[in-house]
Every structure is written in C-alpha cells, then in structure tokens.
C-alpha cells in the first residue's frame, strides 16, 4: 500500500504548536509541531465526514471494545478494537491517535485530550485543509447521518443540520436517518442544502407514479427519487461522485415516513451506471459516496468494478487508512470516518493519464482543544441552540461512572435506559435498540437533558408497555443478532445488539440465526420460558406507533428519582466462540 | 423516450389487467385445473399438482431475481426472465408459505418470458422459479431474508 502509515503517525504524535493551544491538558505536552499540517499530494483532495448525528457542539466520545467481525471478518478491519486495531495499523499505545482510534486507557485519556468534533472545529480543520490545497482543488462529501441525533435537529426537522452543513461548505452528501422525515420535508431539506444530494439506490415505487411522484422526482424514466450522481471537474480532472444511501433504511426505520421511495442494493444498476459513466461522462476517477456500512462496501468493491474510491459510513468505524479490494477491474479503496464528528477524512489522489496513479490518505482527529472554533459557525450554532437551551441544559444527575455506548452488546448509557423504563413502566423487561450513535459522558460530569437526547433523540421516540411471551423475546434476540452477524454483509442491517434490561442470555455468534440465543435468564435467576407471558418496555418501535411517553422524558424521571447516573448490574450475554477474535477486549463476562 | 415512465407503467398495468382477465378466463372454464396446486401445504405437491413433476434442473437460463432481505414481507417484488426457447409457463414458489405456489403465468407462443409479481413471505425462505420449456423444468431459486426490521444503527 502506498499510503505512509509512518507519516501519518509522527503527524499526530508530535501534538501541540507551542502559542496555538489554549492552556487545558494539551499545552502541558510540550509537543512542537501540528498535528494538523499535512503534505500535499496529488492533484485533487476529498475532504470526507459522515455520521456526525447533528453533534453541533464537541462531545466526548468513546471507541468500542467489542466490535466482532465473524467469518471471513474476523479479524479483519473494520474489526479490531483496542490493542488490536494499534498494532494493525501502527499506532504508537498511550499516543494522541492512540486516544481517537481506541478506547485503552479512555476516561484517562478523555481527561488530557479533552473533547472531540464540534462543527465550529470542524469548519477551522475542513477550511485549512482546503486553503493549504487550493480550494478549488478540494471537495466536501458527507455520507450523511446528518440531520438527526440532537434535541435541535429533532425541533427543526433537521434544518439546523442543513443550516450548518450549508455554512460548512458540504458538497455532496447522500443520507439515511435524513430519511427518517416525513418524505415532504426531506425534500425541503435537501431544497435548502446548497450541495447536492445523491442516491442512485432510491427509486419511487410505481403506486408513487400514480399519484403525482412525478412532479418532485428527479427522473421520471429511470425512476431516481433523487439525482443519481454528479460530474465535478477539479483542477484539470473531471470526477464522478455517485450516491449509495442505507440501502436498509425501510428496514431498520420506519417505512410509514417514506411510503413512496424503495431502497435496496443494486449491484447490476450500479455497475450499469458506472459502465455508462466512464463509457460517456469522460471521466479520470470514480467516487461512490456510501451509506452501506463497512462490510457492505467491502464487498460491494468486490464486486462492483470501476469504482476508485468508497467513501463509506453507517457503522460508524474510525479506519486509520483504507482497505484495498481487488476486483475485476483492478481495485476499489474502501475507507470509513467515523461518527459524531470525531473524524475527518483526507484523500488526496494523483490523477494523471486519465486515471488515479496515486494517493495519500488520513484520517484526521478533530481534537476540539487544538482548533479554534470558527467564529460564524459558533455564532450560527449559538443561535440555533438559543430557543431550546433551558430544556438542553437541565441538569438531571451527576455520572457515578463512565456513560457510553458504543459495542456490540450493552454499554453503561444503555443500561440505564433499559434500567428507567423498567422502573418508570413497571416492567419485568426492557429492550433498547442497539444505535451506533450516542455520545459518552465521563464520570463526575453532570447528565443534562442534551446527554439523554444524544442517546435517544429520534423521530418515533413512543414508548411501549406489552405483554410478550418468551419466544417472542428470543425470536427478536436472534433476529437482530443475524442482523449483526451474520457472515454475509449484504444480510447485515447495520446496528448493534438490541439491549436488554432485567435478564441476561448467552450468545454465540458463529451460530446461525435460531441458534445463537440460549439461556435466557432473569435477574432473579428464572429462567425464561418461551410460553409463559412477561411484561416488556421498549421504545422506538419502527411498525406502528406506540402510545407511551418519549424515552427521553423516560430516562430524565428515573434520573431525577435516582440523583445519580449509575448501574447495579450490566445485563449483557456470556459470549461464546469468541476467544482469540481481535474484535474484543476487557468483555466483563 | 417517446413514452414517459408513468405512461409507461400505465400502459403495463392496463394491458396486465387485460391478460389476467384472458388468462383466468381459461382457468374458470377448465375449473379444477389449478386448485390443487394453489392449495397445496407443501412445495413438492403443489409442483407435482401443477407441473406433474418437482424435478427441475438449474439452469442459468433462468433469471430469478428478487431481494436478499424483503424491505416488506407483504409485497416482494419477484422477476423472472427466461432465455430459453419454447417457454410455456412460468410459476413461483415461496418453500416456507402455508400455500408455497404463488403465481403461474402461461407464456403464449412468440412472447417474450418476462414476468415481474409480488408475493406475499411470512418469513425468511427460498424462492424458486420454475420455467417449463418444450416440456422440461428448469429453475432457479434464491434465498429472500424477512426481518422484523428496527434497531439500525
């Protein structure tokens, strides 16, 4: 691989320039250069973000521990966590990229590194890394998850997300939870977004073309809700960027919001599209802008041919340099940023001869404390958060512990939403979806509203109180389970572990789907029976809605009630067939 | 173009309703012919019941094309098309229905073998197409995934 990995991390361990930071954790380092500088190559930069889940403001967050690839995955990227992941791609342990990419030694780490993301941050880094380069040599693609993830975004229906996206220069961008709307104001969304949306995998069904679809599609004939994709000459190189959006969305998200557009993968229809780009458009590169999630890129580049380059998101995997895929027309790099605006990615190709001869890749970062926020973007953040503050800031309870996410499997946040929905709804039983998004907040900080809303802000946040028997439990454990592992990525929907409150279960992931869930047992040690009734609480029900209070209100009263952010018990399974997988470490079971 | 997309779809579901309504006419008049097959439990018999045989050769003259994961289980949309010469009717069968026939479509001489329908899947299970030409079995068949969906990350 021509990437220099070696580069990349002297870039990054010699943090700090001396006068550039504020006096927090980082001016102690004494580091002399920055880690931001970076060399430029080639003719063309891609500057790529994705699933920032509208964190406007920087945020903490921590990388998973477990994050099992089974299968011809397994101990492939994007499936190294910790130690594994360092040592793979060359990153010095207790080092600042150490930090980004991992989460050894977190809350140690948190306390010196402070904060990430943030878009007034965000905005200083995109807009250096375009001034170094040549701005009219750069491009900004976001591979979406924009629009949604914050008290704000939810008010507005996403037009902060737009707002902001606009003021930071977004070029293209293609979408999943943005689908998450009502289908008339995704379309005023993407009206008022200055880049261009792109999807060649949403088409609208033909009942749409009988009423009236076809005064707002973007092609009547081929039946493209959206524009396909986008021809871009850059200093002296003419690029396509095709649109992959979540091809699950209708899936894993309610169908009920977006009855007239259908999604899927479709290798044929893009290889046809890439075929008739390269054979008419003239084109030097290829670029497919992904919502698919790591797996599904991976083995879409196999194939799929004539793709240069996979710009992908939806898990969410920070991935320190590219995965090269062979395939019947040479190779694909398949690159994935990341989430909650902790990343940004920097592709600089040499495109010579009517081809991409080289590139230099990065994965940068954004450490809050080393860039100066960008004084429009905070303004405009400033006025969007305004009318929402005094519900964005009431303070709940402090954090006893470190409060996350992230992992295949429970994570201390979740364990209090399935832990307040128990108590609140006075059920035996709680489920709680296994969203890759959600922010963390590190021990002694206060739990704001904000915090709560980072975990659960959606846009069909009901709550649900339902008697259900234990086959039922066991049949949606292993539904989401193949989900998650089942060893062919087009099989996969993209998400974690659905997590549960007041039982726990034993999982095998190498198992086929019926096989993998066994031993579920309750927190008082009876074991669950598949015909006996119990009385279960969820939220976020994609089917109907349901008619409970919303779950962040949920949360915020067990929180109040309790006065303190913490957990009595984990409720996560005892895992099998995972020894030696490098996609776990410190698993508590 | 000269025809618009909508037109387009317009036109196919019109003339759709004209060869259903030719296509059923024959069947009511020749009444038992297919009830058999249609309610049939399982996948073998209702072969049996309609194409008097469930031995079918794969063939890659047959193109089946539909999802890997259903985005509604209610509505899958299924294609089949088929290269081969002297087709004379297409069916679709989903093994793990309570009824697995789902469709069959009599391909009069000189039509082209194209047919596209939506079956019905209650949950995840093979589909098979089977093509009878110059009175052989072909078929091919493909895995259709039905989830309970949620939780995406």
């Given at each position: 691989?021509?990437?220099?990995?070696?580069?990349?991390?002297?870039?990054?361990?010699?943090?700090?320039?001396?006068?550039?930071?504020?006096?927090?954790?980082?001016?102690?380092?004494?580091?002399?250069?920055?880690?931001?500088?970076?060399?430029?190559?080639?003719?063309?930069?891609?500057?790529?973000?994705?699933?920032?889940?509208?964190?406007?403001?920087?945020?903490?967050?921590?990388?998973?521990?477990?994050?099992?690839?089974?299968?011809?995955?397994?101990?492939?990227?994007?499936?190294?966590?910790?130690?594994?992941?360092?040592?793979?791609?060359?990153?010095?342990?207790?080092?600042?990229?150490?930090?980004?990419?991992?989460?050894?030694?977190?809350?140690?780490?948190?306390?010196?590194?402070?904060?990430?993301?943030?878009?007034?941050?965000?905005?200083?880094?995109?807009?250096?890394?375009?001034?170094?380069?040549?701005?009219?040599?750069?491009?900004?693609?976001?591979?979406?998850?924009t629009w949604q993830g914050s008290g704000t975004?939810?008010?507005?229906?996403?037009?902060?997300?737009?707002?902001?996206?606009?003021?930071?220069?977004?070029?293209?961008?293609?979408?999943?939870?943005?689908?998450?709307?009502?289908?008339?104001?995704?379309?005023?969304?993407?009206?008022?977004?200055?880049?261009?949306?792109?999807?060649?995998?949403?088409?609208?069904?033909?009942?749409?073309?009988?009423?009236?679809?076809?005064?707002?599609?973007?092609?009547?004939?081929?039946?493209?809700?959206?524009?396909?994709?986008?021809?871009?000459?850059?200093?002296?190189?003419?690029?396509?960027?095709?649109?992959?959006?979540?091809?699950?969305?209708?899936?894993?998200?309610?169908?009920?919001?977006?009855?007239?557009?259908?999604?899927?993968?479709?290798?044929?229809?893009?290889?046809?599209?890439?075929?008739?780009?390269?054979?008419?458009?003239?084109?030097?590169?290829?670029?497919?802008?992904?919502?698919?999630?790591?797996?599904?890129?991976?083995?879409?580049?196999?194939?799929?041919?004539?793709?240069?380059?996979?710009?992908?998101?939806?898990?969410?995997?920070?991935?320190?340099?590219?995965?090269?895929?062979?395939?019947?027309?040479?190779?694909?790099?398949?690159?994935?940023?990341?989430?909650?605006?902790?990343?940004?990615?920097?592709?600089?190709?040499?495109?010579?001869?009517?081809?991409?001869?080289?590139?230099?890749?990065?994965?940068?970062?954004?450490?809050?404390?080393?860039?100066?926020?960008?004084?429009?973007?905070?303004?405009?953040?400033?006025?969007?958060?305004?009318?929402?503050?005094?519900?964005?800031?009431?303070?709940?309870?402090?954090?006893?512990?470190?409060?996350?996410?992230?992992?295949?499997?429970?994570?201390?946040?979740?364990?209090?939403?399935?832990?307040?929905?128990?108590?609140?709804?006075?059920?035996?039983?709680?489920?709680?979806?296994?969203?890759?998004?959600?922010?963390?907040?590190?021990?002694?900080?206060?739990?704001?509203?904000?915090?709560?809303?980072?975990?659960?802000?959606?846009?069909?946040?009901?709550?649900?109180?339902?008697?259900?028997?234990?086959?039922?439990?066991?049949?949606?454990l292993e539904d989401v389970a193949d989900n998650?592992?089942?060893?062919?990525?087009?099989?996969?929907?993209?998400?974690?572990?659905?997590?549960?409150?007041?039982?726990?279960?034993?999982?095998?992931?190498?198992?086929?789907?019926?096989?993998?869930?066994?031993?579920?047992?309750?927190?008082?040690?009876?074991?669950?029976?598949?015909?006996?009734?119990?009385?279960?609480?969820?939220?976020?029900?994609?089917?109907?809605?349901?008619?409970?209070?919303?779950?962040?209100?949920?949360?915020?009263?067990?929180?109040?009630?309790?006065?303190?952010?913490?957990?009595?018990?984990?409720?996560?399974?005892?895992?099998?067939?995972?020894?030696?997988?490098?996609?776990?470490?410190?698993?508590?079971? | 173009?000269?025809?618009?997309?909508?037109?387009?779809?317009?036109?196919?579901?019109?003339?759709?309703?004209?060869?259903?309504?030719?296509?059923?006419?024959?069947?009511?008049?020749?009444?038992?012919?297919?009830?058999?097959?249609?309610?049939?439990?399982?996948?073998?018999?209702?072969?049996?019941?309609?194409?008097?045989?469930?031995?079918?050769?794969?063939?890659?003259?047959?193109?089946?094309?539909?999802?890997?994961?259903?985005?509604?289980?209610?509505?899958?949309?299924?294609?089949?098309?088929?290269?081969?010469?002297?087709?004379?009717?297409?069916?679709?069968?989903?093994?793990?229905?309570?009824?697995?026939?789902?469709?069959?479509?009599?391909?009069?001489?000189?039509?082209?073998?194209?047919?596209?329908?939506?079956?019905?899947?209650?949950?995840?299970?093979?589909?098979?197409?089977?093509?009878?030409?110059?009175?052989?079995?072909?078929?091919?068949?493909?895995?259709?995934?039905?989830?309970?969906?949620?939780?995406?990350?």
């Open positions: 691989m021509s990437m220099s990995r070696r580069e990349f991390a002297q870039l990054l361990g010699l943090a700090g320039a001396a006068g550039v930071l504020p006096s927090t954790g980082f001016a102690a380092l004494k580091h002399s250069a920055d880690p931001y500088e970076v060399a430029n190559f080639g003719n063309v930069r891609l500057l790529h973000m994705t699933d920032c889940h509208a964190q406007l403001l920087p945020i903490y967050f921590r990388e998973p521990n477990v994050n099992l690839g089974m299968g011809a995955a397994k101990g492939q990227a994007p499936h190294l966590v910790g130690d594994k992941l360092l040592n793979h791609f060359g990153i010095a342990s207790n080092s600042l990229e150490a930090h980004a990419f991992s989460c050894l030694q977190y809350e140690e780490a948190a306390v010196k590194y402070g904060k990430v993301g943030g878009f007034a941050h965000i905005k200083t880094l995109v807009d250096r890394l375009r001034e170094s380069y040549g701005r009219e040599k750069t491009l900004l693609l976001d591979g979406g998850d975004a939810y008010k507005t229906r996403g037009m902060d997300m737009v707002e902001a996206s606009n003021e930071l220069g977004v070029d293209y961008m293609t979408g999943h939870w943005e689908f998450t709307y009502h289908q008339e104001e995704i379309l005023k969304n993407i009206k008022a977004f200055n880049g261009e949306f792109l999807a060649q995998n949403v088409f609208v069904t033909e009942e749409a073309l009988f009423s009236g679809a076809e005064e707002y599609i973007y092609d009547e004939d081929t039946g493209h809700v959206f524009q396909p994709y986008s021809i871009r000459e850059i200093n002296g190189a003419r690029i396509a960027i095709i649109g992959q959006a979540f091809p699950r969305t209708k899936i894993a998200n309610p169908a009920r919001f977006i009855p007239d557009w259908t999604f899927d993968i479709y290798d044929g229809k893009l290889q046809e599209q890439v075929d008739n780009i390269r054979g008419t458009e003239n084109v030097d590169a290829v670029v497919v802008l992904s919502h698919n999630g790591m797996d599904v890129d991976l083995a879409m580049a196999g194939r799929v041919s004539g793709v240069d380059v996979i710009l992908g998101g939806h898990t969410h995997d920070g991935i320190p340099s590219p995965t090269v895929v062979k395939n019947n027309g040479g190779t694909t790099l398949v690159c994935n940023v990341g989430s909650n605006g902790k990343f940004v990615g920097v592709m600089d190709l040499d495109i010579r001869n009517g081809k991409v001869e080289d590139f230099r890749y990065r994965l940068m970062p954004v450490f809050s404390e080393l860039l100066a926020p960008d004084a429009g973007m905070a303004k405009l953040i400033t006025d969007i958060r305004a009318p929402y503050l005094p519900w964005l800031t009431e303070a709940l309870a402090p954090a006893d512990e470190l409060m996350f996410r992230r992992g295949n499997f429970n994570g201390t946040f979740d364990q209090v939403i399935c832990d307040a929905l128990r108590k609140v709804n006075d059920a035996q039983i709680s489920l709680s979806p296994g969203f890759r998004w959600g922010t963390t907040v590190l021990k002694g900080q206060m739990v704001t509203m904000e915090h709560v809303l980072d975990q659960t802000c959606l846009t069909y946040p009901e709550t649900y109180v339902r008697e259900m028997k234990g086959s039922e439990l066991k049949l949606i998650l592992f089942n060893p062919e990525p087009y099989l996969q929907s993209g998400g974690d572990m659905v997590r549960v409150g007041g039982f726990d279960y034993v999982c095998d992931p190498a198992e086929s789907i019926g096989s993998r869930i066994s031993e579920m047992t309750l927190d008082n040690g009876e074991k669950i029976d598949a015909e006996k009734s119990y009385k279960v609480s969820g939220w976020a029900t994609v089917g109907a809605r349901s008619e409970g209070a919303d779950i962040w209100d949920v949360v915020a009263e067990y929180l109040k009630d309790r006065k303190v952010a913490s957990i009595d018990k984990l409720n996560t399974p005892k895992l099998k067939n995972v020894e030696g997988n490098p996609g776990i470490i410190d698993y508590p079971v | 173009m000269s025809i618009d997309r909508r037109s387009i779809v317009k036109v196919i579901a019109v003339g759709g309703a004209l060869m259903g309504a030719s296509v059923l006419m024959p069947r009511i008049a020749l009444a038992a012919w297919s009830k058999e097959a249609f309610e049939a439990k399982e996948q073998t018999a209702a072969m049996k019941a309609l194409l008097g045989s469930d031995a079918l050769e794969e063939s890659t003259e047959v193109n089946l094309k539909a999802p890997d994961i259903a985005e509604n289980g209610a509505v899958v949309p299924i294609t089949v098309v088929s290269t081969l010469s002297g087709v004379e009717s297409m069916s679709i069968f989903v093994e793990g229905n309570p009824s697995p026939l789902s469709a069959e479509f009599i391909i009069p001489a000189g039509t082209q073998a194209d047919v596209s329908t939506r079956v019905r899947m209650g949950k995840t299970t093979k589909v098979t197409a089977v093509v009878k030409a110059n009175g052989k079995l072909y078929s091919a068949s493909k895995e259709v995934k039905v989830t309970i969906g949620g939780c995406g990350g």
